[in-house]
């Protein structure tokens, strides 16, 4: 009922920059929160970044000052800018919606398909 579309995913040298998007279209009502997460290789999916209608934002202590969550309600798109990568950072990036949808006026949950971003050091 809801498809999202990730991209901006790469290679980039530790210290670079990258900016992942995710879109989301389909049987939409509202979007409530918006966020991205990740998972590296033998670890647990872990929070990276999390945005609420509203725009308040929390981010894991890893990333702040050098992740920042937005999005664009107009094009139901959330975006993660990705600021002095580190190798640590290397993982699958999965963004993640809470919809309310239009068939049921009920909120559900939506995972991307996954993105790599590999960090080289």
């Known amino acids: 009922q809801v498809q999202l579309v990730e991209s901006g995913g790469g290679l980039v040298q530790a210290g670079g920059s990258l900016r992942l998007s995710c879109a989301a279209s389909?049987?939409?009502?509202?979007?409530?929160?918006m966020g991205w997460y990740r998972q590296a290789p033998g670890k647990q999916r872990e929070l990276v970044a999390v945005?609420?209608?509203?725009?308040?934002?929390n981010y894991a202590d890893s990333v702040k000052g050098r992740f920042t969550i937005s999005r664009d309600n107009a094009k139901n798109t959330v975006y993660l800018q990705m600021n002095s990568l580190k190798p640590e950072d290397t993982a699958v990036y999965y963004c993640?919606?809470?919809?309310?949808?239009?068939?049921?006026?009920?909120?559900?949950?939506?995972w991307g398909q996954g993105t790599q971003v590999t960090v080289s050091s």
């Open positions: 389909g049987s939409i009502f509202k979007i409530n929160a």
């Open positions: 945005i609420t209608t509203g725009g308040t934002t």
């Open positions: 993640k919606v809470w919809v309310v949808l239009t068939t049921t006026l009920q909120v559900d949950d939506y």
